[in-house]
C-alpha cells in the first residue's frame, strides 16, 4: 500500500465545485465575458487571476487589468460565500478514516487561500489535518497545473516519513480536475482521479491519471483491495 496520500480540497474533499462554477459564471457574464460551467471545471486549481487573465485575452482580445482582476475577484468570491458552504464529498470521510486506520501519512494540497479553510477543516475532519500537512496558496510560488504543490507535499512527507528508503512511488495524489491530475503527473507522482463532477472521463484520461473511479466509494473499494 502507499505509504502518503495527497488530497486535493475542491471536489474532493468539498462539494464546492457547484458553487464555485455557479459563481464564477454568474460574475463573469455580468461583465460580458463567456465562461460556462464547463470552462469552469476545466479550469480548476487555477488561480483566479489566471481564470480571469485567460477569460479576458479569449473574450476580450487583451489581459485583464490589476483593477479589473481585483473586481472581478472580490465579487466571485462573494458570490461564492452567499451560495453557503459545502458539505464534504460523499463517501470521502470513509476513505480518510480507512487510511488513518492504516497509518498512511495525509496531507492536503490546495490552491486556495481562505484562511477560514483551517476552521472548516477541522469541523469537518477533525484531527485529521494539521497545518504541518498542507500546502495551500501560502506556501508555494507558483499554483497547479504547475508541479511545485505536489512536490512540496512529497519533500513534506519525506521529510516526516523518517524513512531513508521513502519515495515518489510510495505517495498517491487524489484529484478531481484535470490540471490538478497534471501537476501531480509532471511532479511524478501516481494519481487516483475521481471524477466527481459534470466532466466526461475522457476529459479527466486526457491528462493520464494512473486509475480513474467515479465516487469515493469505488475508490475505498480499490484501497482495500490492494
Ligand atoms: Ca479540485
Known sequence: MKKAFFF????????SMPHHSQAWEEIMSKYNLNFTVRDCYLQEGRTGQSVIDECFIKNKGRH????????????KTARFFELGGAEPIDGVKDVLNYLKNKGALIFIVTGSGQQSLFDVLHQNFPETFTRERMITAFDVA??????????????????????VNFKKSDCCVIENAPLGIRSAREAGLDTYAVNTGPLKDSDLL??????LFHNMKELLAYLQFF
Open 8 to 15: 486535493d480540497m475542491d471536489g474532493i474533499l468539498f462539494d
Open 64 to 75: 485583464a487589468t490589476a483593477e479589473e482582476v481585483e473586481q472581478i475577484y472580490g465579487e
Open 142 to 163: 507558483h499554483c497547479k497545473p504547475n508541479p511545485e504543490p505536489y512536490l512540496k507535499a512529497f519533500e513534506k512527507a519525506n521529510f516526516l516519513s523518517h524513512d
Open 206 to 211: 486526457a491528462e493520464q491519471p494512473t486509475m
